[in-house]
């Protein structure tokens, strides 16, 4: 009697069992098969076991990207817009504590990422397993999952189609003088380490220099970048807190002589909501801006790791259509993912527009261009 | 036995006799258990923030290359004699001190003026004057700041038009941020202190020295200089030491008016380098900006007690003289008009008119929208909803309930149990004691001492985790810094109350506690309900104390508004200026009609 009664228990289990699976197996039918050893449905099922993720990202996206991801898998998120350096105060502070709140995060700050947090153990790097053929080696650690073109932007009604600078130099010009808006440096890591990163690149600047004013550079601080830098902070450039705004003050309409500004290229998207009028630098030189990275990472100790992991899958497969395809602007590195048709390029065509960071460079700089900032760029 | 009465003989009837003495009336310990309790939490958060000064912490580890937890005297060097010294640190404390001493300049003619004319005039309407010059208190202190923006802003910062701007007048940067629009914003909301303190000292003065004057043929002009205006200067020291002390800790005007055109303060300062990542920077402008603030307010403290033989007040009813003002009585009703207007209808109207629109100033009727109120999405803030409809929003609201109301519950109980104690203590060095140390949380400025919380609690020490992220934080942080002004409540009230009624109670055997809370709340009932809705007011309204200490979790109104600021969504964060306001002055109507006390009489006397 016994025997027949763990029979039926056992059978109802496999059949309740299967019944799961092939249910889970329709929700995601076209998933690749899968490398040994990382099982999607497992993570599916122990992510929805664990209840709410809190996550942290830069961009206010963050908001339709987790009602999608409920929608897809019906585990809720509480998605919060916050800025890099509150994003690393509250990962250190949390974690020095013990008392982790958030999950994943979206961060832009690479050079703090992997000079402190990745090496001393506050974030961890989670690449997918099975999506490791479709982003590309440099993209993966850390976990890049986002690229974004932060050029040079300028308003067309008051210039015209073509672009009113063709050169970096321009913006030390008196022309330009206080009509230059950018996010606040001492605030936006990212621009830190664009500013470094042109200051360890004297021979870049040097050239493009003489290709645009026929004449040898008169260096008089340490090489051509740091040189650039000071004409560039001294000529009274207006610091904003958000590529938005730089946005909304370059493209407004009705302006007879608007502002340049440097901003992120998905801020176009507002031309047509907000009947701005931006358009890029085509063609400045030596670089239209930077390549910005948004990098995707779990907490040490977070506290709903699986569905850490099952959201930064989805950002890197299908979840990034809210930044990359139904806004323009915006790069999925993964090389299977569909773009916006308004981009002006594909990643490829961008990345030889633009310059890229180099962390390491980056942090070992970071307090001194702070400082030259606050000396040449804030002091009147 | 009568023998051994010397020396260690005497010692233990002593300790016998005080040990029941003690049960009795265990005031004594209790007093001694809290002045204990508060000079630890002033003090030692201080003292962490003492050492932050002095030690590395991670974020600075990697920008300056030591290691965590290496003593260093690098970040003093960074922030008083480095070539960024004048950037980070002496450009903002000149700038806090030329502001704060021009908010003086203009709050305290204005507040002493508008006293005069309510107490010693018969200005019409005089009445209606003094209870709506409560209302600025009501209002959190940068309201004037998100109107002015809304009002005057320009280009510089982009972003939506202002009122100005729509109306085709573009305002130079000069009267659209900075040093101008934050003096006049602090005025219009500190002057309504100037105005209560004179107010109260003007009632104060025993006119029997006016009568004395008049009898001996001095005329109104001689009484007023040689009389009235000697015995108002302690008000006048203490509003200045006042207004100079908000000035130092207030972060919300001086951020939302200051920090697009780089004009930095003391607060913006100390915030910016929190938030740069530089806490080091950070610790050495928060001890500063403390240390600054003390010794203001610690000057207040001594002049008052200097100046104990100006107390005037006598218990004799005496004539109340009402100057006429004849013909001046239509320019002056003018002018207390219009400060009414200016500081209170003219802020929260700009507030709603903006929230009732796409674009500031352009009044077409396709402009008009109930959107940023009760629309399920806006376009123009992907993922946001119209205020009645928005979770974060909801959410925030009931954090600020549910802190203020327990920081304000904690504060009142507390408030009181201080006043009965520093009363009723027989010895009396224990109850000076207590009542300075109750003081002494007022003695620090809002944003440093949140600044040297967060620095102590944010780690575990001992049997208690860490606070960091934890309503528990924020409740803790704004109960001890409103204590003083329901230890001040409570020490007046209980002042009032005789002993009687607690003898009997204890001759008919009541126990401590028992006589407590069977006779001393209830009497009391008017002092504990004034020592809870103050703290309550302050703690809705509270953003400085705030701003450093919130996180995603803990979010409050206070701090979801600077967060819609940043964002650029001007009218969602002007609708939550508005809740908040609205919040307050509801919760404050019922309570005073259920308690039957009046609000102002309480503010003016914890002003």
Not at chain 1, 68 to 90: L, W
Not at chain 2, 211 to 238: D, F, K, N, W
């Amino acid at each position: 009697m016994k025997k027949l009664v763990l029979c039926v228990v056992a059978a109802f289990a496999l059949m309740a069992g299967g019944a799961k699976e092939s249910a889970a197996q329709k929700e995601a039918p076209k998933q690749p098969a899968a490398p040994a050893g990382f099982d999607l449905e497992q993570l599916v099922r122990e992510a929805r076991k664990e209840g709410q993720l809190v996550a942290y990202f830069t961009s206010s996206r963050i908001k339709d990207v987790g009602d999608n991801f409920e929608k897809k898998y019906g585990i809720k998120v509480k998605g919060t817009k916050m800025a890099d350096p509150e994003q690393a105060e509250r990962v250190i502070r949390e974690v020095d504590s013990r008392n982790v709140q958030v999950d994943v995060i979206g961060f832009e700050d690479g050079p703090l990422l992997e000079g402190k947090l990745l090496p001393e153990g506050y974030l961890v790097n989670w690449m997918p397993p099975d999506l490791a053929d479709q982003i590309p080696k440099d993209d993966q650690n850390p976990l890049v999952f986002l690229w974004q073109p932060r050029i040079f932007g300028y308003n067309f009604e008051a210039f015209g189609d073509k672009p009113p600078m063709t050169n970096v130099w321009e913006m030390t010009e008196a022309r330009w003088k206080g009509k230059i808006l950018v996010r606040d440096p001492a605030q936006t890591p990212a621009n830190l380490a664009f500013f470094a990163t042109i200051a360890s690149n004297p021979a870049l600047m040097e050239k493009a220099y003489a290709d645009h004013t026929k004449r040898k550079l008169e260096v008089k601080e340490a090489n051509a970048g740091w040189e650039f830098l000071k004409r560039f902070f001294q000529n009274d450039v207006v610091t904003i807190p958000s590529d938005g705004d730089i946005g909304d003050a370059v493209g407004a309409a009705g302006q007879k002589d608007a502002p340049v500004g440097f901003y992120t290229l998905t801020k176009q998207r507002d031309n047509k909501t907000k009947d701005l009028k931006l358009a890029t630098m085509k063609g400045m030189q030596p670089f239209m801006g930077y390549a910005l990275p948004t990098y995707a990472l779990m907490i040490k100790g977070a506290p709903h790791p699986n569905a850490a992991k099952l959201f930064i899958r989805y950002i890197l497969s299908d979840g990034h259509q809210p930044w990359t395809v139904r806004d323009m602007g915006a790069f999925s590195p993964n090389v299977k993912a569909a773009t916006n048709p308004e981009n002006e390029g594909s990643w490829a065509d961008w990345s030889g527009r633009l310059l890229k960071l180099d962390n390491k460079v980056a942090l070992k700089l970071r307090q001194e261009i702070l400082d030259f900032w606050l000396q040449h760029g804030v002091k009147k | 036995m009568i023998r051994a009465a010397s020396g260690a003989g005497r010692l233990v009837p002593r300790l016998r006799m005080w040990l029941c003495a003690v049960r009795s009336d265990p005031s004594p310990i209790a007093a001694a258990l809290l002045a204990a309790a508060l000079v630890w939490l002033v003090l030692a958060p201080i003292g962490s923030m003492l050492i932050d000064t002095v030690r590395v912490q991670v974020r600075d580890s990697a920008t300056t290359g030591l290691r965590t937890g290496e003593w260093t005297l690098s970040f003093l060097q960074r922030t008083f004699t480095s070539r960024v010294s004048g950037v980070l640190f002496w450009t903002p404390l000149a700038n806090t001190i030329v502001v704060a001493a021009l908010v003086s300049l203009i709050a305290l003619p204005l507040g002493a003026g508008l006293a005069w004319l309510t107490v010693r005039t018969d200005l019409p309407g005089r009445r209606i004057l003094s209870s709506v010059m409560v209302v600025p208190y009501m209002l959190p202190s940068w309201t004037f700041a998100v109107a002015w923006l809304t009002l005057l802003k320009n280009r510089r910062l982009g972003g939506l038009p202002s009122f100005a701007e729509s109306f085709g007048f573009a305002p130079p940067d000069w009267l659209a941020y900075g040093a101008l629009p934050i003096v006049i914003c602090e005025a219009l909301h500190l002057f309504p202190f100037a105005f209560l303190l004179f107010g109260n000292a003007l009632r104060s003065v025993d006119t029997q020295l006016e009568e004395s004057a008049r009898v001996l043929g001095a005329s109104g002009g001689v009484i007023a200089r040689r009389i009235i205006l000697p015995l108002l200067r302690p008000a006048l020291l203490s509003a200045f030491l006042l207004i100079f002390s908000r000035v130092l800790g207030s972060f919300g005007t001086p951020y939302i008016l200051g920090s697009g055109v780089k004009f930095m303060m003391l607060p913006t300062a100390l915030y910016g380098s929190f938030k740069i990542g530089s806490p080091g920077v950070a610790a050495v402008i928060a001890t500063v900006t403390i240390a600054l603030g003390i010794s203001l307010l610690a000057l207040d403290v001594f002049f008052v007690r200097e100046f104990k033989r100006f107390v005037t007040m006598g218990g004799k009813g005496s004539l109340r003289r009402a100057a006429p003002l004849g013909g001046l009585r239509a320019p002056a009703m003018l002018t207390a008009g219009a400060a009414c207007l200016i500081t209170t209808l003219l802020p929260l109207a700009s507030l709603l008119a903006s929230t009732l629109m796409h674009r500031p100033g352009v009044f077409r009727l396709d402009n008009f929208t109930l959107d940023y109120w009760i629309a399920a999405a806006i376009p123009a803030m992907p993922g946001q909803r119209g205020l009645f409809l928005n979770a974060d929003i909801a959410a925030s609201a009931w954090n600020s309930l549910r802190i203020a109301c327990a920081a304000a519950v904690i504060c009142g109980l507390v408030g009181l149990f201080v006043g009965y104690l520093v009363v009723r203590l027989p010895s009396t060095r224990l109850g000076v004691f207590l009542r300075q140390v109750s003081f002494l949380p007022y003695l620090v400025p809002s944003i440093g001492f949140a600044a040297a919380c967060l620095s102590f609690f944010a780690v575990a020490r001992g049997p208690v985790p860490s606070l960091y992220g934890t309503m528990t934080l924020l409740v803790l942080v704004m109960a001890v810094k409103y204590l003083p002004f329901a230890s001040r409540s409570g020490i007046s009230a209980m002042m009032q109350m005789g002993g009687e009624p607690e003898e009997a109670a204890r001759v008919c055997g009541a126990g401590w506690l028992r006589r407590l809370a069977r006779i001393v709340v209830p009497i009391q009932k008017h002092a504990l309900v004034a020592g809870i809705v103050l703290p309550f007011i302050s703690g809705m309204k509270e953003q400085s104390l705030v701003i450093m200490l919130a996180t995603p979790g803990t979010e409050v109104l206070t701090t979801q508004v600077l967060r819609f600021v940043d964002y650029g969504y001007s009218q969602l964060a002007n609708a939550v200026v508005l809740a908040i306001v609205g919040i307050v002055f509801a919760f404050t109507f019922i309570l005073e009609k259920l308690t039957g006390s009046n609000l102002a009489s309480g503010v003016s006397g914890t002003g």
